[in-house]
C-alpha cells in the first residue's frame, strides 16, 4: 500500500481546528483514506480491513451531530456536553 502525505494548507497558514480541516479535506480531497480499520465478519471472529475516505468520515460526524441535536438538543449558552482528546 502506498501512503501519500496530505497538505491541505502552506505551511504559512494559520493553523485550523481539526472540524474545518476534515470538511475541507472532504471537499477537496473527499476519495482519499483517511483511515483503514478492521470490521468484524458477521458469525466470526474473523476481521476484514476497509478504507475509510475524508467524505466518509465527514458525513459520520454530520449524523452523529444530527443525532445528538436530535436526542439530547441544544445546549443552553454554548454550553459543552462533552470533550474529545
Known sequence: MTVIPITLASPVEQPVALPEFIDDAAIKIPESIWATVPLPVSGS????????TFKSLARAID???W???????????GETIGFMA
Open 67 to 77: 443525532w445528538i441535536k436530535q436526542n439530547v438538543g441544544l445546549g443552553r449558552d
Open 63 to 65: 449524523s452523529a451531530a
Open 45 to 52: 471472529s474473523e476481521y476484514t480491513w476497509t478504507s475509510m
